[in-house]
């Protein structure tokens, strides 16, 4: 029985893995709920500013503007990042 | 299952506290990216920032910190 998603430890010194085990746990589920947070973003803005009329499906060009909408999102993510940082 | 022992749980705690201070400053990215990226970022012509938007989304930052430090001082002296 394993709460932490079935890692095996098969060290030879279980407390110590049980504490990476929980150090990874804990890393896996930050970074998840990061991921998710940028992803409902750029979904929200992107859709706004790529659809604003929506049809029965997503057209060849408003895929393309979701794309280039995208890396721009993420490019702005990492200057914000750098501005908030150094001050 | 065992309980760590008192140096284990130790550690645990300032790592998770640690981890915690990194996802609080990516959450408070998340929300400078949001509301900068609504001043500054009208369109998706190209997928790459012009120098005007990487200003702007800089700017917005910066006059966002400055405003909230001048929110503080300004309570601090109003209770003077």
Redesign the interface.
Known sequence: MSSFGGFNSAASTP?VA??ED??QQ??QE?AL??AQ??IN?IN???YK??IPSPGTSLSSSEQA?????M???L???D???R??VA? | M?A??QA?QQ??KK??EQ?TQ??QM?????E???R???S??T???????DSK??AC??N???RF?DTSVFIVKRLQNIQQ
């Open positions: 407390g049980r504490k929980v150090m804990v890393k930050l709920a990061n947070e940028l973003s929200k803005q992107c500013m790529c503007s979701l794309s280039r909408c890396d721009k999102y490019a702005s993510w200057t914000v990042s501005a908030y001050r | 065992e760590f022992d284990t550690e645990l790592f998770v981890e990194k996802a990516q959450q408070t990215i998340h400078f990216t949001g900068c990226w609504e500054c970022i369109q998706a012509k190209s997928n790459q920032l938007e990487t989304l800089q917005c930052v910066n910190v």
